[in-house]
T-cell receptor, first 116, second 108 residues
């Protein structure tokens, strides 16, 4: 099976702009989660989608949003970009809803976002 | 809330054994997972402990003590390619919560 794919891999934006990142999960996986990774902060959970519904949301401002399509592909959007949004954004898919035993996440390569 | 503590950096010699500890505080605990991430790469799943005790997968082993809210990842016969960041993660009633990661440097 093909792994999780993310596009684009690298992105440079300026403050105030908005950005949309895309994620295609492993075939058959219905859960897609998004994480923000910054040096020293590890992986911070953004949100999880399952069957087109947001199931869980992390502690991030409303500028961060996402959605999932009927084919399980997901997008996340960040509006009014700030310098602090510079990070690696990782998408992960799982065959089951997040939470519970053996919640194994399969990660994509990430999108490196730089905000200038 | 949930929180995990793991050392930020560990250095070990090629061929040696290294242990990376993880302590956690959480509600609705199901199990502890470990992920490996090389520089520039994506995190990849290494192991999962749902019950107390040791799980072994080749050179890697992972241990869990639920009563102590503690686990560790043991890497044996260290190789240079093991240089990476290692994250523990807790499965509970909420999505996976990750620790901040331990950067392992393997030196000759």
């Amino acid at each position: 099976k093909a792994g999780v794919t993310q596009t684009p891999r690298y992105l440079i934006k300026t403050r105030g702009q908005q950005v949309t990142l895309s994620c295609s999960p492993i075939s058959g996986h219905r859960s897609v989660s998004w994480y923000q990774q910054t040096p020293g902060q590890g992986l911070q959970f953004l949100f999880e989608y399952f069957s087109e519904t947001q199931r869980n949301k992390g502690n991030f401002p409303g500028r961060f949003s996402g959605r999932q399509f009927s084919n399980s592909r997901s997008e996340m959007n960040v509006s009014t970009l700030e310098l602090g949004d510079s990070a690696l954004y990782l998408c992960a898919s799982s065959p089951k809803i997040a939470g519970g035993p053996a919640d194994t996440q399969y990660f994509g390569p990430g999108t490196r976002l730089t905000v200038l | 809330g949930q929180s995990l503590e793991q050392p930020s950096e560990v250095t070990a010699v090629e061929g040696a054994i290294v242990q990376i500890n993880c302590t956690y505080q959480t509600s609705g605990f199901y199990g502890l997972s470990w992920y490996q991430q090389h520089d520039g790469g994506a995190p990849t799943f290494l192991s999962y402990n749902g019950l107390d005790g040791l799980e072994e997968t080749g050179r890697f082993s992972s241990f869990l003590s639920r009563s102590d809210s503690y686990g560790y990842l043991l890497l044996q016969e260290l190789q240079m390619k093991d240089s990476a960041s290692y994250f523990c993660a807790v499965s509970g009633n909420t999505p996976l919560v990750f620790g901040k990661g331990t950067r392992l440097s393997v030196i000759a």
